[in-house]
């Protein structure tokens, strides 16, 4: 059974970082395509950044691109996505996802609050 475990979410002023984690049980996450997701409230689930199966080539949505950066660690089973320079559009729920044999899996998200 995949079960994705993030963390790291929480409250950040604009221009802070955050590092959220999620963790990979049930699979092995270098085999698959890993993204994150956020959805903020009153609006469609997007797609933010996705790692490419065993490669390490990360694609990322215009929005975050050269503020957000999304590594995998094999060894750890987990994969990051450490988010700096943040914006008040930046808040939403963050969702870890890994499409396992056509079968998508999602963590239980993570709050990111951007606050003045």
């Known amino acids: 059974q995949v079960q994705l475990i993030e963390s790291g979410g929480g409250l950040v002023h604009p221009g802070g970082s955050l590092n959220l984690s999620c963790v990979a049980s049930g699979t092995l996450i270098y085999i698959w395509d890993m993204g994150w997701f956020r959805q903020a409230p009153g609006k469609q689930r997007e797609l933010v950044a996705r790692i490419v199966r065993k490669t390490d080539d990360a694609n990322y949505s215009d929005s975050v691109r050269g503020r957000f950066t999304m590594t995998r660690d094999v060894a750890k089973n987990t994969v990051y996505l450490q988010m700096n320079n943040l914006k008040i559009e930046d808040t939403a729920i963050y969702y870890c996802?890994?499409?396992?044999?056509?079968?998508?899996?999602w963590g239980q998200g993570a709050q990111v609050t951007g606050s003045t």
């Open positions: 996802h890994a499409n396992v044999l056509g079968t998508d899996h």
